[in-house]
């Protein structure tokens, strides 16, 4: 038996954006040395075999930035670098509301990863945050971004 997604009511997500947006203010006053030069290697899943994953909360922040953009829809991309790198410069789209994974990344250019246990307790906060608005649990950045895009469509 096939059961409908619930839809999560617009109060609960925007508090859910609220929240994730509070904590990516939050991991950016952490004293963990970072020097994000973007160069957007990582970026380029294809060439590192790593993708970012995200909880609900986290794609309704990377969705309502890709909606801030003008986009309806992630872009079209064929060479496995993310969708959200500008066709032209290359930049990310939504360099502000990037995911946490993007935040707290494996590039070695811009100083390797966090140390989860520098970082734990935000990922428990935010799959909180996904239990609460009735996510499954974090998906690949592009899916995850663009479940939440079809289901802002009118």
């Given at each position: 038996?096939?059961?409908?997604?619930?839809?999560?009511?617009?109060?609960?997500?925007?508090?859910?954006?609220a929240?994730?947006?509070?904590?990516?203010?939050?991991?950016?006053?952490?004293?963990?040395?970072?020097?994000?030069?973007?160069?957007?290697?990582?970026?380029?899943?294809?060439q590192?075999?790593?993708?970012?994953?995200?909880?609900?909360?986290?794609?309704?922040?990377?969705?309502?930035?890709?909606?801030?953009?003008?986009?309806?829809?992630?872009?079209?991309?064929?060479?496995?670098?993310?969708?959200?790198?500008?066709?032209?410069?290359?930049?990310?789209?939504?360099?502000?509301?990037?995911?946490?994974?993007?935040?707290?990344?494996?590039?070695?250019?811009?100083?390797?990863?966090?140390?989860?246990?520098?970082?734990?307790?935000?990922?428990?906060?935010?799959?909180?945050?996904?239990?609460?608005l009735?996510?499954?649990?974090?998906?690949?950045?592009?899916?995850?971004?663009?479940?939440?895009?079809?289901?802002?469509?009118?």
């Open positions: 038996m096939h059961r409908a997604k619930k839809m999560t009511p617009y109060y609960e997500k925007s508090a859910g954006i929240e994730v947006e509070t904590i990516y203010k939050e991991l950016a006053t952490r004293p963990i040395e970072r020097q994000c030069i973007l160069n957007t290697g990582c970026c380029h899943f294809l590192t075999g790593e993708t970012p994953f995200l909880t609900r909360g986290e794609a309704l922040v990377a969705a309502k930035a890709v909606r801030n953009t003008g986009r309806k829809e992630l872009p079209k991309r064929t060479d496995g670098a993310c969708k959200l790198l500008h066709p032209r410069t290359s930049r990310c789209l939504i360099y502000e509301g990037r995911p946490f994974g993007c935040r707290t990344h494996f590039c070695q250019a811009a100083g390797g990863p966090y140390a989860r246990k520098e970082v734990v307790d935000l990922i428990h906060r935010l799959e909180e945050i996904d239990r609460k009735d996510g499954t649990g974090s998906k690949e950045l592009h899916e995850a971004i663009e479940e939440v895009l079809k289901e802002q469509r009118y």
